[in-house]
């Protein structure tokens, strides 16, 4: 902290450092539910996978949710537009696998 009570850039720093630790994790256990609902939807059509209208719904809600936590919604949005791009292909890789067990090829 500087004299007057204000955080340093290090402090800041660190506290961001911090928030992305909670990030990542948070971002693994999505992860793991993506990785579930691909191999769900296997017997289904790539459009399963892009679920326009669902994501659609997750952006209208992460929105709503934005204010009063204090972020701007636009940030959010754009947040979880990219996040929602790079599941999406992640689903598609696990949705596109084969049974295992059955020796098909990825």
């Known amino acids: 902290m500087d004299a007057d009570g204000t955080p340093a850039l290090a402090d800041v720093r660190e506290a961001i450092n ?18 579930r609902a ?4 296997r017997d289904q059509g790539e459009a399963a ?4 209208a669902r994501v659609e719904a997750v952006i209208a ?22 996040m929602i791009r790079a599941f999406v292909d ?3 890789d696990v ?5 295992e ?3 098909g090829e990825r």
């Open 95 to 99: 949705h596109g696998r084969r049974d």
């Open 18 to 35: 911090a928030l992305d630790e909670r990030i990542v994790a948070l971002i693994g256990q999505r992860q793991a539910w993506v990785e």
């Open 61 to 82: 809600r992460v929105r709503e949710l934005a204010v009063p936590a204090g972020a701007s919604a636009e940030v959010v949005e754009c947040t979880y537009r990219a």
């Open 38 to 41: 691909g191999r769900l939807k």
């Open 90 to 92: 992640l689903e598609l």
């Open 49 to 52: 996978v892009r679920a326009r």
């Open 101 to 103: 067990s059955g020796g």
